[in-house]
């Protein structure tokens, strides 16, 4: 029998479900209610609640930017918000078209968990309503070496690997509590003012594959920990310091109908301040202002501001040019930084012919290779399931021409759930390093990194300020690029 996983334990990256870390408390602006309200009607004039009103410039209208200009709006400042695509959203992207019977799967973020507090706010706020991320039955496929993990009724999963006796008794979520829980609570709350990366630098000098083997973890164990996603060279501090920040999690959600109604929600509100088609090519600042150069269609235009956030991925921002430069350290981290690869490949399916072996369409193995059903809970015969794909297995494939990325994930995905090629219909690929406006998925520190480049990345440079995941402590997630864009609108809102 295959392993029937608690629904909760469906997770990209499963150390979130380690209960005892404490919830990181940040330290909120008060942004929003009443103070921004009160701003707000103070608009019509030159003065905002707390003084004058500031000119700005928000680049990019992924979450982080959409956020930082939702906030400087509604507090009474000038905002415009360059955006280089035609979209709004960013790194949230939601494939409808792609499909038929009017079926819908995320090419990017897919799912919201319950202690992402901000990320909620905004969703309740633009009154979109919540669905569960997975279905609450059927089996989740572990797979290890292409070996189904067994679990005979009533007893311990049964793991194709070497594990110690304790480790086949604590089970997979057990073994991320025993070996990573504790060390994650010692960081205290990464959001806090004052904690720095370096307090911790030990944990940042080897790899979290490294941390779990000198915490006594079993090779097996750390096989089995690490199912699902290439973990690869990121740094132990970086993957404790998201566990810290995001606490106890004990739900996930996905927004009912696309997570892009997220950004298109708060786009639409935004709809005046927002120039699509708007790349920004350089940024010139000095003690007075800023100056954006900018490339809509094949007219270069500039923009001069007080001030300028921008929320730009840093492997995009490579291309931007700043006079002055930034600083030597801030040049650096933006240089260095690395991102976690990722490529998907969504797949139609002729019927979700899953179901009939008690499967949810969820899964992971150890190729490393995520797969997802998104249309458990929409409509119809056909459903669509998704496999991501993470680290060099992802620029294995991104490197691969389309027929043969789908070709190659089909072939894994039909090791998973036999019958996959029996019932495809198509599917389709992206790759989030081919991505021109990203160039990767999410900031992932390797080792070293966190402390050279982690104090570095939300500084400000003079007028320009920083937004955007890689800049937060909830890096990697919607709730990082939120938070980071709530604090830097209060920055720019405090600025004298
Ligand atoms: C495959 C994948 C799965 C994920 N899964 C989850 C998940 O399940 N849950 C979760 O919470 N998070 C998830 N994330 C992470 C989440 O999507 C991001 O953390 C978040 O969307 C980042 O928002 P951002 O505003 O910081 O950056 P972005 O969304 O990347 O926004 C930056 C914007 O800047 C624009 N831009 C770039 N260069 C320029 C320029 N020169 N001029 C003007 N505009 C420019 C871009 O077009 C983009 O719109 C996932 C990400 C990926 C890729």
């Not at 955006?83 to 494939?95: C, F, I, K, M, N």
């Not at 059927?138 to 049964?158: E, I, L, R, S, T």
């Not at 959600?253 to 708007?278: C, H, N, T």
């Not at 994930?409 to 019932?423: C, D, H, K, S």
Request: contains cysteine; positive net charge; proline residues 5%.
């Amino acid at each position: 029998m295959r392993e029937r996983d608690d629904v909760s334990q469906i997770n990209r990256r499963d150390f979130l479900k380690t209960a005892g870390v404490a919830g990181a408390a940040l330290a909120l602006p008060g942004t929003p209610s009443g103070a921004a309200r009160a701003a707000a009607q103070t608009r019509a004039n030159q003065t905002t609640a707390k003084g004058k009103k500031k000119k700005v410039i928000v680049v990019g209208a992924g979450l982080a930017g959409l956020v930082a200009t939702y906030e400087l709006d509604r507090a009474g400042h000038d905002v415009t918000l360059l955006e280089a695509q035609l979209r709004p959203g960013g790194r949230v992207l939601t494939w409808r078209q792609e499909f038929s019977d009017g079926l819908y799967a995320e090419a990017g973020a897919s799912r919201i968990l319950n202690t992402h507090e901000l990320t909620l706010r905004y969703a309740r706020e633009c009154k979109l309503d919540l669905a569960p991320y997975s279905p609450a039955k059927g089996n989740f496929v572990n797979q290890v070496g292409g070996v189904d993990a067994a679990a005979p009724a009533g007893g311990h999963v049964h793991w194709p690997v070497a594990l110690t006796a304790a480790e086949e008794r604590m089970g997979r979520i057990g073994m991320w509590m025993h070996y990573a829980e504790r060390e994650a609570k010692q960081l205290g709350n990464p959001a806090a003012p004052g904690w720095s990366p370096e307090s911790f630098a030990d944990l940042d000098t080897i790899t979290f594959a490294q941390f779990l083997r000198r915490r006594g973890a079993s090779a097996g164990a750390v096989r089995v920990m690490l199912l699902g996603m290439d973990y690869g060279n990121v740094s132990a501090l970086r993957v404790l310091t998201e566990m810290a920040a995001n606490g106890a999690v004990t739900a996930q959600y996905k927004i009912a109908g696309g997570m892009d109604l997220l950004p298109r929600a708060l786009a639409e509100r935004l709809s005046a301040r927002i120039q699509y088609g708007a790349a920004v090519q350089t940024i010139e600042h000095d003690k007075k202002g800023v100056r954006a150069g900018y490339l809509q269609g094949n007219l270069l235009r500039t923009l001069a501001v007080d001030y300028l956030i921008c929320t730009i991925p840093f492997p995009a921002l490579r291309r931007v040019q700043f006079t002055p430069l930034l600083s030597d350290y801030k040049q650096t981290a933006v240089a260095n930084t690395s991102y976690m690869p990722a490529a998907l490949a969504i797949g139609q399916e002729r019927r979700r012919y899953w179901l009939s072996s008690g499967d949810n369409g969820f899964a992971r193995s150890d190729w490393p290779i995520e797969v997802s059903s998104p249309t458990f809970d929409q409509p119809g015969q056909r459903g669509l399931l998704t496999a991501m794909l993470t680290g060099d297995l992802a620029r294995r494939v991104s490197g691969l021409p389309e027929d043969r990325r789908i070709t190659t994930v089909l072939n894994e995905v039909e090791t998973i759930f036999p019958g996959a090629r029996e019932n495809f219909e198509g599917a389709v690929t992206k790759s989030w390093d081919d991505d021109f406006w990203a160039r990767g998925a999410w900031q992932w520190f390797h080792t070293g990194q966190m402390t050279a480049y982690g104090p570095y990345m939300a500084t400000p440079e003079g007028r320009v300020h920083f937004a955007g995941e890689h800049t937060s402590p909830w890096a990697g997630w919607m709730e990082g690029a939120v938070q980071s864009g709530v604090r830097a609108a209060k920055e720019v809102e405090d600025a004298a």
